[in-house]
């Protein structure tokens, strides 16, 4: 497995990861909102292409996806939204996306990304440092449940970084 950025190539791959990952969540009905979501964000002005990495098989196949855009908090450009992630179904459970995780965040702190923010499931994604978000004083923008909205301190993160957060605009149309 190879992690590597995202190339305008690997756009409906992409897609199809995205499309088959979150069909469970759907019923397999319809294309899943992470499957268009991604779409809309890299026409979205919190884009940022430095952080849509794909993981590839020995074949350069893409069977996995994460991606995080600019995020705000207290109005300020001082996050990372994370997500989604996704790995094709037949490649799950087989470190595909613990390895894309540890890339983007790995990403995300050697350009000095202060925080990283998501929403996700609070027995898979603690092992990655993240923890509620409301522990490092930021808050979601929906009521979500503090268990479900993590964030990830970066090394340039700073006490000060307190307040609401706010992912890329796609996400509010969800």
Sequence with gaps: MLIRREMPADVDAIRAVHSAA???TTGGAGVPVEATL???LRVDEGWL???SLVATDSDGRVVGHVVATRGRVA???VALGLGPLGVL???QRRGVGSALMHAVLGAADARDEPLVVLLGHPDYYPRFGFRPAV???VTPPQPWGSQYFMAR???AWRE???GEFRYAGPFDDL
């Design 38 to 40: 991604v779409d809309a």
């Design 22 to 24: 979150f069909a469970k």
């Design 75 to 77: 109005g300020e450009p």
């Design 89 to 91: 179904p037949g490649w």
């Design 135 to 137: 522990e490092v004083g």
């Design 153 to 155: 301190p970066m090394h």
């Design 160 to 162: 000060s970084i307190r």
């Design 49 to 51: 292409p430095a952080y």
